[in-house]
């Protein structure tokens, strides 16, 4: 007996639940937003990359353009927040994703770059 009233209670708490309302249009904002904030955080490592590789090859040491490209994704942020002001509905995880982005884009471009350059011909 006490079997099926145990399978009872849980039959209609199953029952029970819903889903929440979806929020397509808020989905889609979001979504957008995300886009531009990866399409702005993709010129800004293209824009660090190609700085660090100029000062690179103009004989500037090693540090100073890593601390340039480093400065370049210290102020992602606040430049994609300047540009794009709907930024607030960014969490820490998209804040993040962006942040690697420029990092590991300026840093590979500027190596790419480097290298390219020191090839014999």
Known sequence: MAKKVRRKLEEEEAQAF???PFDEGAFVR???E???GLALAGVIAIVAG???????????????????????VAITPI???RVRPST??????????LIAL????????????????SAPV
């Open 18 to 20: 819903e889903f929440p």
């Open 102 to 117: 420029v990092f590991f884009g300026w840093l590979a471009l500027w190596f790419l770059l480097v290298n390219v350059a």
């Open 79 to 81: 430049v994609i927040g």
């Open 88 to 97: 607030s509905i960014y969490t820490k995880g998209d804040w993040a994703g």
């Open 50 to 72: 190609f700085a660090c590789w100029g000062l690179t090859v103009s004989g500037v040491p090693w540090w100073g353009p890593f601390l340039v490209g480093l400065v370049f």
């Open 34 to 36: 995300l886009g531009m």
């Open 30 to 32: 979001k979504e957008f």
